[in-house]
């Protein structure tokens, strides 16, 4: 299969209803190399660069309380930063970049996802398409 390793994705794809910062950015532990008092960051397997994560809860509507807030992984080589919180908001609408999926099995047995990204920003305005002749006539 073609297919092997993290799945690239665009960020519309995982959030089309966007996404909220509800936390702070955090290092990524590796427990593997870590021991007792000895924290060692997590290290990106394809570039070697640090792992960071943040948690975040997706706007979607229909999705259940459980199922809302998930934590994106960063590949960074220093500590990201969220934007600023918009006005009046009590969480900082984000989006990513470069954003990949990785399926795995939980310790439930069930499927899950683990989030990746190589940049964390304040949303774009979209431009809405152009309308086409047809819709002009």
């Known amino acids: 299969m073609a297919l092997q390793g993290p799945i690239p994705v665009q960020f ?3 959030f089309p ?6 936390g702070g950015v955090e290092m990524v532990k590796d427990f593997d190399a870590s ?3 000895r924290v060692v960051q997590a290290r990106d397997k394809q570039t070697g660069e640090l792992v960071w994560q943040i948690p975040v ?6 999705l259940k309380a459980a199922q809302k807030t998930v934590a994106v992984k960063i590949v960074s080589p220093v ?3 969220p934007p600023p919180p918009a006005n009046g908001m009590p969480f900082t609408p984000v989006e990513f ?3 990949t999926v990785t399926p795995y099995v939980n310790a439930a ?4 996802y ?3 990204s190589a940049d964390m920003h304040a949303p774009r305005v979209h431009a809405k398409p152009a309308a086409s002749a047809k819709d002009a006539a």
């Open 114 to 116: 683990s989030i990746k």
């Open 17 to 22: 209803y966007g996404c909220y910062a509800v």
């Open 79 to 81: 500590q990201p930063v």
């Open 97 to 99: 970049d470069g954003m």
């Open 109 to 112: 047995g069930r499927l899950a």
């Open 12 to 14: 519309g794809h995982v």
């Open 35 to 37: 021991s007792g008092d």
């Open 57 to 62: 809860m997706d706007a979607d509507p229909s």
